[in-house]
């Protein structure tokens, strides 16, 4: 193989038709092959490595002592697969164009679907309730490094501020914690207010963590669990209910925050 000494110039070696590598085998083969011309490309190409690691080509045999013979090959052979190679380049540079051109696309779709957009604000029942724990996610959130909009958002998409709440799937409590999650973030009374909130704002710091502080990332695991974004490439998985849910705690993250500066 070519190392770093090999040398930078394709250069002639006289009769012999030597031609050393330049920066890669294949642009060295692909010079003698050119030079050989198209009359002669049934001719054999030899490949040779010296003691200190420089690569040489040449179209017949060579007998330099400290050249060793690492193969041999016919030029058409050799033309046939340095077109390979370049085949094979301009494959794999279409579909990192593609992926980046596939990736904006979905940058721009979710900026438009996740983009600010009017809330009704907290009011009557809900707004008494959400008085009540006030003390709790302020609380919560300074320990784990939250900010209590976020919590607050949370908490009104899960539950509404109802403690008592309980979905279908089993989900508990305020922040709707699954007793498996419960369990995970030592939460020994799930319908306790105080530890309900505590164990989910322990599960979003964890989220967040995992996912490099992306919001969105960290939304979607707390919905469809962890597992389920890492499995969609640290996307939000193409859930409507997950993709619902991201979208509607913005939004009230968003509310909370105007209301605050307000």
Not at 66 to 94: F, V
Not at 119 to 143: F, K, T
């Amino acid at each position: 193989m070519v190392t770093e000494r090999a040398a930078m110039a394709c250069d002639s070696a006289g009769a012999g038709g030597v031609w050393r590598s330049c920066t890669a085998v294949g642009l060295g083969v692909f010079g003698l092959v050119v030079a050989l011309g198209s009359s002669t490309l049934s001719a054999d190409v030899f490949k040779y490595v010296d003691r200190e690691g420089n690569v040489f080509f040449s179209d017949e045999p060579l007998t330099s002592a400290g050249l060793k013979l690492e193969w041999k090959r016919t030029a058409t052979r050799l033309a046939a697969q340095n077109r390979e190679q370049s085949a094979s380049i301009r494959r794999k540079q279409a579909e990192v164009d593609a992926r980046r051109e596939g990736r904006l696309k979905a940058e721009a779709e979710a900026a438009e679907v996740y983009k600010r957009r009017p809330v009704e604000r907290v009011s009557g029942s809900m707004w008494v309730r959400r008085q009540r724990y006030q003390p709790l996610i302020e609380s919560a959130a300074r320990r784990h490094g939250l900010v209590p909009e976020l919590l607050h958002a949370v908490i009104r998409t899960e539950s509404a501020y109802k403690p008592d709440a309980l979905s279908h799937a089993g989900a508990c409590g305020l922040m709707q914690l699954m007793p498996g999650t419960a369990e995970r973030f030592r939460v020994t009374e799930i319908w306790d207010p105080a530890q309900n909130i505590e164990g989910g704002a322990a599960y979003l710091r964890f989220l967040l963590d995992l996912f490099d502080n992306d919001l969105r990332l960290a939304l979607a695991g707390y919905n469809a669990g962890e597992g389920a974004v890492k499995r969609y490439g640290n996307q939000i998985p193409p859930y409507p209910e997950t993709q619902n849910y991201v979208r509607k705690v913005l939004q009230f993250l968003w509310a909370e925050e105007e209301s605050r500066q307000s």
